[in-house]
């Protein structure tokens, strides 16, 4: 079995908008991206919905980034906190860690 470093590649994405700094983990055999973090707000990590293998309905996104992106076809995710951009006080996003964003 490959381990995680053998599976996973990192690589370090800094934002045109915040200058903030994001982890950015995707699949060393696919491409497909896995996580990202932002470096100064560990505790949070961003899995695109793609890369959960089995039900999702577990997983209920807790934010929304870049809402002013968002196609006309697709509508707000209920309960979740909308930022139109990255949000500059990274305080701002909801506290409850049980939650994946």
């Excluded at 934002?15 to 896995?34: D, H, K």
């Excluded at 961003?46 to 929304?64: C, M």
């Excluded at 305080?91 to 964003?101: A, C, E, H, T, Y």
Aim: hydrophobic share 30%; charged share 30%.
């Amino acid at each position: 079995m490959a381990s995680a470093a053998e599976t996973l590649r990192t690589y370090e994405d800094t934002s045109p908008e915040s200058g903030n700094v994001l982890e950015r983990s995707f699949c060393a055999r696919c491409g497909c991206p896995v996580t990202g973090k932002l470096r100064t707000k560990r505790e949070y990590t961003v899995v695109p919905v793609g890369a959960i293998d089995g039900p999702k309905d577990a997983f209920r996104p807790q934010a929304e980034l870049f809402c002013v992106r968002r196609a006309s076809w697709l509508g707000e995710i209920e309960g979740s906190t909308t930022f139109e951009r990255m949000p500059t006080h990274l305080d701002r996003f909801p506290s409850d860690q049980s939650k994946v964003i």
